[in-house]
T-cell receptor, first 111, second 115 residues
Framework: KNEVEQSPQNLTAQEGEFITINCSYS?????LHWLQQHPGGGIVSLFM???GKKKHGRLIATINIQEKHSSLHITASHPRDSAVYIC?????????????FGKGTLLTVNP | GAVVSQHPSWVICKSGTSVKIECRSL??????MFWYRQFPKQSLMLMAT?????????EQGVEKDKFLINHASLTLSTLTVTSAHPEDSSFYIC???????????FGPGTRLTVL
């Protein structure tokens, strides 16, 4: 079974700060996903990546397949970025679609 | 982008009753849908994988007779919690895979409270 570890569990930042959330996994995968869950519960898929780096607005996701590690960066953080960020991996155990989730990182950005 | 809806968004029911939750892919055909459950401050846990026209595949520890899943069309999957009990109170989320991508699109979730 693939274990997905995220750090930190909780993160508090001031508006404008650069944020980094880390994710490590234990076995081979086909893709890694970064998800955002707002207090109401709804989940938004931010990135799916299998190599390299992706950027969308102020969000950047990187993955190092050899080291089994990914990072999610938020530049110029804003209070509306406050949410739980979840790392999930797919493709372990023979299934390309089943996701294994990390426990999430609760980000609070203060004005 | 692809949109997945869930209905209802929240439901309160009495112990012993059954509750049906719908998951719809609004602008694409979902070959596979997933049902997750999330308890407070916990991560999402996959309950079952649903493929259109075939029986759902349940994860270990999930009672198939209690959580009935029907994926009758490429745009609709339903989860019925039968004889609900307070311990079934949770946040149920569906996701759909399809539309020519490997991305899973998540629904907004349904909060179930069993009294």
């Amino acid at each position: 079974k693939n274990e997905v570890e995220q750090s930190p569990q909780n993160l508090t930042a001031q508006e404008g700060e650069f944020i980094t959330i880390n994710c490590s996994y234990s076995v081979g995968i086909s893709a890694l996903h970064w998800l955002q869950q707002h207090p109401g519960g709804g989940i938004v898929s931010l990135f799916m990546l299998s190599s390299g780096k992706k950027k969308h607005g102020r969000l950047i996701a990187t993955i190092n397949i050899q080291e089994k590690h990914s990072s999610l960066h938020i530049t110029a953080s804003h209070p509306r970025d406050s949410a739980v960020y979840i790392c999930a991996v797919s493709g372990s155990g023979g299934s390309n679609y089943k996701l294994t989730f990390g426990k999430g990182t609760l980000l609070t950005v203060n004005p | 982008g692809a949109v997945v809806s869930q209905h209802p968004s929240w439901v309160i029911c009495k112990s012993g009753t059954s509750v049906k939750i719908e998951c719809r892919s609004l602008d694409f055909q979902a070959t596979t849908m997933f049902w997750y459950r999330q308890f407070p401050k916990q991560s999402l846990m996959l309950m079952a994988t649903s493929n259109e026209g075939s029986k759902a595949t349940y994860e270990q520890g999930v009672e198939k007779d209690k959580f009935l899943i029907n994926h009758a069309s490429l745009t609709l999957s339903t989860l019925t919690v039968t004889s609900a009990h307070p311990e079934d109170s949770s946040f149920y989320i569906c996701s759909a895979e399809g539309g020519g991508t490997d991305t899973q699109y998540f629904g907004p979730g349904t909060r179930l409270t069993v009294l």
